[in-house]
């Protein structure tokens, strides 16, 4: 089956660091672009940052670009998501996505999440 397992969230003081991890199985990894996405309490949903299959390309949000890096290793099947200079307005449940294709022939999965809290 498929799974998407996030791990390395906590509590960070602004101004830290902290560097998620979300390990996949149960698909072609490498065939899948990878997305962090992340909602903070009373907000929509919000896309952070996504890599492509190979990990030639990456697009930020405008509010992480500068901070946040994300890098996957395909020999892993893993995607990571560096996050400097973390700010109280990053405060939320960050979530890993894999996604390919478009329209009928879409596929996309969905880890769990990760709670990421920045807090003096």
């Known amino acids: 089956q498929v799974q998407l397992v996030e791990s390395g969230g906590g509590l960070v003081q602004p101004g830290g660091s902290l560097r998620l991890s979300c390990a996949a199985s149960g698909f072609t990894f490498s065939s899948y672009a990878m997305s962090w996405y992340r909602q903070a309490p009373g907000k929509e949903r919000e896309l952070v940052a996504t890599?492509?299959?190979?990990?030639?390309?990456?697009n930020y949000a405008d509010s992480v670009k500068g901070r946040f890096t994300i890098s996957r290793d395909n020999t892993k099947n893993t995607v990571y998501l560096q996050m400097n200079s973390l700010k109280p307005e990053d405060r939320a449940v960050y979530y890993c996505?894999?996604?390919?294709?478009?329209?009928?022939?879409?596929?996309?999965?969905w880890g769990q999440g990760t709670q990421v809290t920045v807090s003096s």
């Open positions: 890599i492509t299959s190979n990990g030639g390309s990456t």
């Open positions: 996505n894999a996604a390919r294709g478009v329209g009928w022939g879409r596929r996309d999965y």
